[in-house]
């Protein structure tokens, strides 16, 4: 294949990429076996790789099922071929694909047939590597795999990302390690950085609803594992996530992006936000085996579907976190229980529940994290429930972005002696319909 002027610059700008992460030739590491590992099992397919593209081969940063093998050549029709391209590159049959059929994977031992490989893009647009799984028997891959496919490449590249900015901590530590103090403006970037993975730049904008947020870390200095999203499902649905990972640095935010991705990956298969929690927990137990300290998360996912003429219908579970909160145009306001739901990544028979509630126009649906319930008042008293009790009914008929700033006030005068980060988000109802009904639904 002849290479354009262009194709040798993008070419070199990709292999720079490459080298600025510093993956390659790296010793094993247990956060990328995992998610081979988890490609194998989702898919049901023998072997899976994380794979990083060099100059002239292709390294394997995780394996599952291909024991033995560190890497191969750049032959084109696999992982070299799916770097070209932004999309999952699939091929049902390798043995009749014209461009895939000489790889040696295809005619070796191991005797491919299928092949799906989502490419691993940084946020300025090279492409690394690819997320592949390969089957011995032709096979087709639907538009929700493709989609989970993406998803694993993009832990992977916040696991990157993540290990990227460890290593120039270490780097950086190294070179002051005579000084006393880091460079606060420096650490307090990283996490900031670091802090942006685990929430949405942007919330969507979605017709008949508004949405706002306010997040608060309790250091500059120190990424916390509170996180949220906002994300679109088929049918005009929307998923609304929210959630918090126990303790603090590296360790909680790699687990939250985890989270994070897995959520948004499982929501596409099960529309009853009690499935996605059961998977969800089954996923971390399976993420941290070995582990000798384990970490566990709580969740609150709505998913809202807009009823015509009435408003939107939200299906609300919970696993361990704060309850939403419904605060009726009206000046009503109360908390969405679920009861039974446990936390997350601890019990392999944990249970959750569901809280049904339409919301009406001008009706709002509040979540938080505990961060803002343990909070200290200026009196020395917890905000707790009670303090919730008290200000939502404020917020009645506000839009979200009203209602987070009248939250931010509160959070203002809460002070800055936190001791835990506080996630506030607001999802508001157009005034247009009307109706209310609830119903409680055990899972």
């Known amino acids: 294949m002849t290479l354009t002027q262009r194709d040798r610059t993008v070419e070199a700008g990709r292999l720079a990429a490459v080298r600025r992460y510093d993956i390659l030739d790296t010793p094993p590491d247990g956060a990328f076996d995992r998610i081979a590992t988890l490609a194998a099992r989702w898919f049901d397919v023998p072997v899976a790789t994380v794979s990083i593209v060099d100059e002239d081969r292709i390294w ?6 291909l024991d033995g093998v560190t890497q191969i050549g750049r032959d084109p029709g696999l992982c070299a071929s799916a770097i070209l391209g932004d999309e999952v590159h699939v091929i049902n049959d390798a043995a009749s694909d014209p461009q895939s059929r000489d790889n040696p994977l295809v005619t070796g031992e191991l005797g491919v047939r299928f092949y799906a490989g989502a490419p691993i893009v940084t946020t300025d647009g090279h492409r690394l590597g690819t997320v592949n799984v390969f089957d011995t028997r032709p096979r087709e891959i639907d538009e929700a795999g493709m989609a989970t496919l993406n998803d694993l490449a993009a832990i992977v590249m916040d696991q990157l990302e993540l290990r990227l900015s460890a290593l120039r901590t270490l780097r950086s530590e190294r070179r002051l390690r005579e000084r006393v103090e880091r460079d606060r403006a420096d650490l307090e970037d990283f996490a900031r950085t670091l802090q942006r993975t685990l929430v949405p730049p942007t919330l969507p904008a979605i017709d008949g609803l508004e949405l706002a947020s306010q997040y608060r870390t309790a250091s500059p200095r120190q ?3 509170d996180f949220y999203d906002v994300f679109a499902l088929p049918g005009d649905r929307w998923a609304v996530v929210l959630g918090d990972v126990c303790g603090k640095g590296a360790p909680a935010a790699s687990l939250t992006s985890f989270v994070r991705y897995t959520v948004r990956s499982l929501a596409l298969h099960h529309d009853d936000p009690t499935e ?3 998977e969800l927990n089954a996923a971390l137990i399976a993420e941290q085996v070995g582990d000798e300290r384990p970490l566990f998360c709580t969740v609150v996912l709505a998913i809202l579907t807009p009823e015509p003429g009435t408003g939107w219908r939200a299906t609300v579970a919970s696993g361990g976190h704060p309850p939403a ?11 969405l229980e679920t009861p039974g739901g446990t936390l997350l990544g601890l019990l392999p028979t944990a249970t959750f529940a569901t809280h049904r509630t339409t919301l009406a126009p001008g009706d709002a649906l509040v979540f938080h994290t505990d961060g803002l319930t343990e909070a200290t008042t200026a009196a020395g008293t917890l905000f707790g429930e009670e303090g919730l009790r008290s200000f939502l009914p404020g917020c009645a008929g506000l839009g979200a972005a009203a209602l987070i700033e009248k939250a931010t006030v509160v959070l203002d005068e809460l002070g800055d002696d936190r001791t835990d980060d506080v996630a506030i988000l607001a999802v508001t109802v157009s005034r247009s319909g009307t109706g209310f009904e609830e119903v409680r639904e055990r899972a």
Do not use: Q
């Not at 394997?60 to 099922?65: L, N």
């Not at 909160?325 to 908390?335: I, K, L, N």
């Open 276 to 278: 996605v929690l059961a």
């Open 223 to 225: 990424v916390g594992g």
């Open 60 to 65: 394997f940063k995780a394996t599952h099922g």
């Open 325 to 335: 909160w419904r605060v009726a145009a009206d000046s009503r306001v109360e908390p």
